[in-house]
C-alpha cells in the first residue's frame, strides 16, 4: 500500500519583510543578498526550483526544525527574490529536489530523529514510503547531502 505524500515549501510571506532592506540592514541580520552564477546551485526553499543564471537571492539564515527537542537545528538557505510558494501534488516531487544527492530524516512526534539514510532525488518516493511505513514517523525533512542544507519538509498526505 503506497503511503500518500506532500512536500511542504516554505512560505513567501516568511521573507517579505526582507525585500524592503538595503544591504547594510540584511547584514545587520545575517543575509545576504546574491545573484545565482549557476543551474543548479540556489535552490530556493520557497518555490522548490533553481534560481536562474542573474536571478537575485538571498541567503538566509532559517532555523528550519523549530522544536522543543535536541534535534532543534537551523542552517542557511536560498529564497529567490519575490518567489511564490510552491504547492506540490500529492507524490510530486520537483526537478529541484529530484537532482540532487538528498539526506531524508524521520522524526516523530516528539520531534525526535527515529531514522535517517541519504538517496538521489530520482529514487525519492520508494524512501519516503520506507520512512512512512514506520508507524512512529510523523514528518520528514529533506536536506541537500553534501552541504546539508534543509530543502523541505514531507508530510503524510490525506487520499
Do not use: W
Not at 535536541?70 to 529530484?98: H, L, Q, W
Not at 520531534?111 to 530520482?122: D, F, K, P, T, Y
Amino acid at each position: 500500500m503506497r503511503s500518500p505524500f506532500r512536500l511542504v515549501a516554505l512560505p513567501s510571506e516568511r521573507f517579505a519583510p526582507l525585500l524592503a532592506l538595503d544591504d547594510a540592514e540584511l547584514r545587520a541580520r545575517d543575509v545576504r543578498r546574491m545573484r545565482a552564477d549557476a543551474k543548479p546551485g540556489y535552490p530556493c526553499r520557497v518555490s522548490l526550483a533553481d534560481a536562474e543564471p542573474g536571478e537575485e537571492v538571498l541567503l538566509v539564515p532559517f532555523t528550519h526544525h523549530d522544536v522543543a527537542s535536541p534535534y532543534r537545528a537551523s542552517g542557511p538557505i536560498f529564497v529567490r527574490v519575490n518567489a511564490a510558494t510552491a504547492r506540490p501534488e500529492v507524490k510530486e516531487v520537483p526537478a529541484m529536489i529530484r537532482s540532487r544527492l538528498l539526506s531524508i530524516r524521520a522524526y516523530d512526534a516528539q520531534a525526535m530523529l527515529v531514522a535517517s539514510e541519504v538517496a538521489e532525488g530520482r529514487d525519492l518516493e520508494e524512501h519516503i514510503e520506507r520512512a512512512f511505513s514506520d508507524p512512529r514517523v510523523e514528518y520528514l525533512h529533506l536536506h541537500n547531502a553534501r552541504p546539508g542544507c534543509y530543502n523541505c519538509r514531507v508530510e503524510r498526505a490525506e487520499r
